[in-house]
C-alpha cells in the first residue's frame, strides 16, 4: 500500500492524517524512492499551523532515507539513498530530484541517515554566512538539537571552540563533544563569557541580547520559513560538497523513532522541543495500519 501523511488544514498535529495515494512515476532528473526513515523538523509543525501559507492539501517531511525503484540514471535501482524531498518526505514512496539525493552510507542507518540533511545542510550554510574562523569562538543556542549539533560538530572540526545553551541534562553529552554547556535563563551572557559569532537555533527570546555581544549573529529560529532550508544547493554549494565535508564529522543521536502512523506524535513531541538530535519516522510495510 502506498500512503503518505497529508494535511487539508492548519492546525494541531490531529489534523495530520495517513491517506493513499498512487505511485508516481519519475519525470526526467527524478528519482522514485521507496522511502525507510523521514525526519520531522521543527518547520514542518510551523508549515502545519499555518505559519507559511501554501496550497493544500500539503504533505509533510523535508528529509527521507530509502530505495531507489527507478528514474534518473544517475542512481540504480535498488540502491539506499538519503537526502531532501520537501513537502512529501514522510509517505512510503516520494519523487526527489536526484541532485537532492546521495548515495547512503553503509556505516549509518536508514534512520541515522534521514535525520542529517536539513540539519547539516543548514549548519553548513549558517556557519558560512557568519564567516566563523579557526580560532573563534561559536555561541549556539539550542545546541542539543539536530541543528545545533551539526554546526557545533562543524564548528569544532574548523578549529573553533563552541559555547552553547541547553538543558542541564544534555550537559554531559554535549561536554563528550567538546562543547562547552550552559543554562538557558537570566545570565546566560556572562555565563557564555567572550564569543565572535552566535548561532541562535532556539527561538527563546535571546537575540536582543545575542546582539548586544556581536554583530555577527544569524537565527533559523524565527517563522521566515524560507530561510531554514533551501534545495539541491547551498547558495551555489552543491550538496555533494557540503557532505563531503560534513559527513565524516556531524552523527546527530535520534531523540525517538515513531512508525508512520503515528507521525502526529512526533509532531507534538517536536512542539514540545527540549530534544537532543532528531525525531524520526520509520516507514516499513510492517508498521502501516490496515
Known sequence: MAA???????????????????????????????????????????????????????????????VVEGGDPRFTPGQAVFGLAPGTAVATHTLARADDLLPKP?????????????????????????????????????????????????????????????????????????????????????????????????????LAESLKLTSRVVSIASHDVPELFSSASTEGVPLAEVFAELLPVVRLPIAAVFPLGRTAEAHRLSEEGHLRGKIVIAIAEGNLPR
Open 4 to 66: 503518505r501523511i497529508e494535511f487539508s488544514q492548519y492546525g494541531p498535529a490531529e489534523v495530520l492524517e495517513l491517506r493513499p495515494f498512487e505511485v508516481p512515476e519519475p519525470g526526467p532528473g527524478e528519482v522514485l524512492v521507496r522511502v525507510r526513515a523521514a525526519a520531522v523538523n521543527a518547520i514542518d509543525w510551523k508549515l502545519r499551523r499555518g505559519f507559511m501559507p501554501s496550497p493544500l492539501p500539503s504533505g509533510t517531511g523535508l528529509e527521507m532515507s530509502g
Open 106 to 206: 553503509d556505516d549509518l542507518t536508514f534512520e541515522q541517515a534521514a535525520a542529517l540533511p536539513v540539519a547539516a545542510e543548514t549548519a553548513f550554510r549558517t556557519l558560512r554566512r557568519l564567516a566563523l574562523l579557526p580560532g573563534e569562538r561559536l555561541l549556539v543556542h539550542a545546541v542539543a538539537g539536530g541543528v545545533g549539533l551539526a554546526a557545533a560538530q562543524t564548528a569544532l572540526s574548523r578549529g573553533a571552540g563552541v559555547v552553547g545553551t541547553a538543558s542541564p541534562r544534555h550537559h554531559d553529552y554535549l561536554r563528550s563533544l567538546g562543547v562547552e554547556p550552559i543554562v538557558y535563563g537570566d545570565g546566560w551572557p556572562d555565563r557564555a563569557g567572550r564569543v565572535d559569532a552566535i548561532l541562535d537555533a532556539s527561538g527563546r527570546g535571546e
